[in-house]
């Protein structure tokens, strides 16, 4: 019998959650993975493997999320739809939950153009939706998506990726809508820099009755520098950062070494403050890859220290 997921504990209990991200190694590099676990383990609720992420090849999600499990962290293993198809997925699914793995976030994933294999072919079978979809009826149905029985136990704690600010703005909530039906029990938001937006976004979640369907968990980034929040407002589709934050990230430049830094924790500290405010805001998803170094310093300065042990 396989123990509950510590994310599903944690927020069914009503607690305010935390979660964070950690890239595996472009390898088998195992004390990458190790040694990032060594600096948000006790600091988080749970950790999200990424899959391949930016289409770059990586360690599996499966193989870093069962070194993390045995690491004693919940892992919220990612699967993507672009490199398998249902099959795969399935059978992937049933290896993942096979190794203690309880935790899956559903994504349709970076296109191959991104990536360092642009010329591979994509799968994209079905989408995150539909995953979505299959999961659920495996988990509820015990049935494969072709409909045969399930041999053994099957149970994990699905969530879904929504972008409140992605084009067109009035559709992102339906399409919220569509995962959550689809079987989402929890949803991560992309990264969030409005909040006066965020909040009008989660004011139509509110009308809908969506925050009492599944646990909105909003997405943070902390801007490093200034070139980044001037990249990512430029470049990143549906990241929309006021100018108000970039002209502090430029002051904070002009102000010495380190110094964007230290301005881009206290922007997404101020960031965690506000969301903890917001009904129908379970959370938040620090998203530090590559600078795990500083989701303590983060999640400490937020006032969000201990962590529930449940």
């Known amino acids: 019998m396989h123990q509950e997921s510590n994310l599903k504990k944690v927020l069914d209990s009503g607690k305010f959650a935390v979660t964070c991200e950690l890239g595996p190694p472009k390898g088998t590099d195992l004390d990458v993975v190790k040694e990032k676990a060594s600096l948000i383990k006790g600091y988080v609720d749970a950790v999200n493997v990424t899959d391949n992420q930016t289409a770059i090849v990586r360690l599996s999600s499966i193989a870093t999320s069962h070194i993390l499990h045995d690491l004693g962290i919940d892992p919220i293993m990612q699967m993507v739809c672009r490199d398998r198809n249902r099959i795969a997925m399935q059978s992937d699914l049933f290896g993942a939950y096979s190794l203690g793995i309880k935790n899956l976030l559903c994504l349709s994933g970076d296109h191959q153009t991104f990536g360092n294999h642009p010329e591979s072919k994509n799968v994209f079978d079905i989408d995150s939706i539909q995953q979505l979809s299959m999961i659920n009826k495996m988990k509820n149905e015990k049935k494969a998506y072709c409909g045969e029985e399930i041999e053994g136990d099957f149970d994990m704690f699905l969530g879904g990726a929504s972008n409140p600010f992605g084009d067109p703005y009035e559709f992102r909530v339906i399409r919220l809508a569509k995962k959550i039906n689809a079987g989402a029990k929890f949803i991560q938001t992309q990264c969030i820099y409005d909040m006066d937006k965020f909040e009008d976004f989660m004011k139509m979640v509110r009308d809908m009755g969506l925050h009492k369907k599944t646990y909105i968990l909003a997405g943070v980034l902390p801007l490093k520098s200034f070139g980044m929040a001037k990249y990512m407002k ?48 379970h959370g938040v998803h620090v998203m530090a890859i590559e600078w795990e170094k500083k989701v303590p310093q983060i999640v400490e300065e937020a006032g969000l220290l201990p962590r529930p042990e449940l």
């Not at 430029?250 to 881009?264: C, D, F, I, R, V």
């Open 234 to 281: 430029n470049n990143v589709a549906g990241v929309q950062i006021p100018d108000e934050l970039l002209n502090r990230m430029k002051t904070a430049k002009a102000a010495g070494k380190g110094m964007s830094a230290k301005e881009g924790i206290k922007i997404c500290v101020e960031q965690i403050k506000r969301l903890r405010n917001i009904e129908g805001v």
